[in-house]
């Protein structure tokens, strides 16, 4: 992870702080740090102390599960959309889930932990987008349980590669059918059949780790109803879209 010195990273990037009051989004400027993190990069490994929380403003951050045996299914993605560091906010002060980039680049705003419990104490508008990041965060995770139990493989990949495309901003990026296999929860036999159909289909391109979405709007016809749940329920709560 490096300090980004390329060029100012604008917060309002990231919705839950452009979404803050001004003079909130103000007070809590000085205390940002710009970072470049890398693709696969950890920010955070299972019941290790967090002493950072990240605002992403561009690529895609994943929260995974990690069983015993060392398999992991992604249970959230996270871009300019939300945070990296929930826990923190919980008072918990360590999370038995890890986050690290999945697509990159990656460029996040970073806050001391101490500094952002001050922060929410302080600024009205915090508090409250962190109390609507919770309840999205709990909503979310509901919906894919219930996806999950009741759709089939290729709906859920859509819609996988649908909040993806959205929290990256881009119609091409780097997604691996490894990745899709955590995402989806399925076996890569089955990501393997559920990318083939997508793209006899024409909704979707994978070449080399890459995926391309030609019509988003198409895709979006051969989700499931998840996706429009998750996004009506996210507009609802922060007065816009998470892209």
């Not at 003079?23 to 400027?29: F, H, I, K």
């Not at 001050?118 to 609507?132: F, I, K, S």
Request: hydrophobic fraction near 45%.
């Amino acid at each position: 992870m490096r300090t980004w010195t390329s060029s100012p990273i604008e917060p309002r990037r990231n919705v839950l702080l452009a979404t803050l009051e001004p003079m909130d989004l103000e007070s809590l400027a000085d205390h940002l740090e710009p970072v470049s993190i890398d693709y696969r990069e950890v920010l955070y490994r299972p019941n290790e102390p967090l002493s950072h929380v990240y605002f992403p403003v561009s690529g895609m951050v994943s929260i995974v599960a990690v069983s015993a045996a060392g398999a992991s299914v992604e249970v959230g993605p996270v871009g300019s959309d939300g945070m990296v560091g929930l826990p923190v906010y919980l008072g918990a002060g360590s999370d038995p889930l890890q986050a690290f980039v999945q697509v990159p680049p990656c460029l996040a705003l970073r806050l001391a932990a101490e500094h952002f419990r001050d922060a929410v104490e302080r600024l009205p508008t915090l508090q409250r987008n962190m109390r609507l990041y919770v309840h999205w965060t709990y909503t979310s995770m509901a919906q894919w349980i219930l996806c999950a139990r009741l759709h089939p493989a290729e709906e859920r990949m859509a819609r996988w590669l649908l909040m993806c495309h959205e929290r990256v901003n881009q119609n091409t990026f780097p997604l691996t059918h490894e990745f899709l296999a955590q995402m989806v929860g399925v076996r890569r036999a089955t990501v393997t059949l559920a990318a083939g159909a997508l793209q006899r289909a024409g909704l979707a391109i994978f070449r080399r780790g890459l995926v391309t979405i030609p019509d988003p709007r198409a895709l979006e016809e051969a989700a499931c109803e998840c996706y429009g749940v998750l996004k009506a329920e996210y507009t609802r709560l922060f007065g816009r879209p998470p892209e």
